[in-house]
């Protein structure tokens, strides 16, 4: 069983940053996928970024060139960094890690 523990979530200005941090215990195989995802309210959940276990980075198009997604290989550890953010950024952030997921961490940027 995988355990994630999110945190850097928060409350942001527009144009703003913040950097979320997801970290993986317990029984992992391998390198998995790790990720991002995030749903706003009233909406369905949408890919941010990910990260294969070679290096690979995917990205959403509404979070290219502002999101960058970052992976230590040794703590288990997947990162995002979100630069200027928007108000439309607003939503419940999940971490993903080969078939486990997160809690979420709370996102907001006000405008």
């Known amino acids: 069983q995988v355990r994630l523990v999110e945190s850097g979530g928060g409350l942001v200005q527009a144009g703003g940053s913040l950097k979320l941090s997801c970290a993986a215990s317990?029984?992992?195989?391998?390198?998995?996928?790790m990720g991002w995802y995030r749903q706003a309210p009233g909406k369905q959940r949408e890919l941010v970024a990910t990260?294969?276990?070679?290096?690979?980075?995917n990205y959403a198009d509404s979070t290219k060139g502002r999101f960058t997604i970052s992976r230590d290989y040794a703590k288990n550890t997947v990162y995002l960094q979100m630069n200027s953010l928007k108000p439309e950024d607003t939503a419940v952030y999940y971490c993903?890690?080969?078939?486990?997921w997160g809690q979420g961490t709370q996102v907001t940027v006000s405008s």
């Open positions: 993903l890690a080969g078939p486990s």
């Open positions: 317990g029984t992992i195989f391998g390198l998995p996928i």
């Open positions: 990260i294969t276990g070679g290096g690979t980075t």
